[in-house]
């Protein structure tokens, strides 16, 4: 059954989200290997902010990838660089 499953940007939080819970480590990977990669456009989609507040574990999970496959693109707020205070004149 692994192998019917079409991974869409819309069905992808779902998949992934299935497969975790069910054990299934191919279709997991799968859905997780398509989330990193086509991210703009899973986020574009309507049930990604709901997804991201019902399953922050799982939101996790993606985020740390990305940063494990792109850390060079990826920073969080603690390892930003401050922003240069404003001048007077500004």
């Given at each position: 059954?692994?192998s019917?499953?079409?991974?869409?940007?819309?069905?992808c939080?779902d998949?992934?989200r299935?497969a975790?819970?069910?054990?299934?480590?191919?279709l997991?990977?799968?859905?997780?290997s398509?989330?990193v990669?086509?991210?703009?456009r899973?986020?574009a989609?309507?049930?990604y902010?709901p997804?991201a507040?019902a399953?922050?574990?799982l939101?996790?999970?993606?985020f740390?990838k990305i940063k494990?496959?792109s850390p060079h693109?990826?920073s969080?707020v603690?390892?930003?660089e401050?922003?240069?205070?404003?001048?007077?004149?500004e």
């Open positions: 059954c692994e019917m499953v079409r991974i869409t940007p819309g069905n939080l998949v992934f299935v975790d819970l069910y054990s299934s480590p191919r997991r990977h799968s859905a997780l398509f989330a990669r086509h991210l703009g899973v986020a989609q309507p049930n902010l997804f507040e399953h922050p574990d939101m996790r999970v993606i740390d494990a496959t693109t990826y969080t603690e390892e930003a401050p922003e240069p205070p404003l001048s007077e004149e």
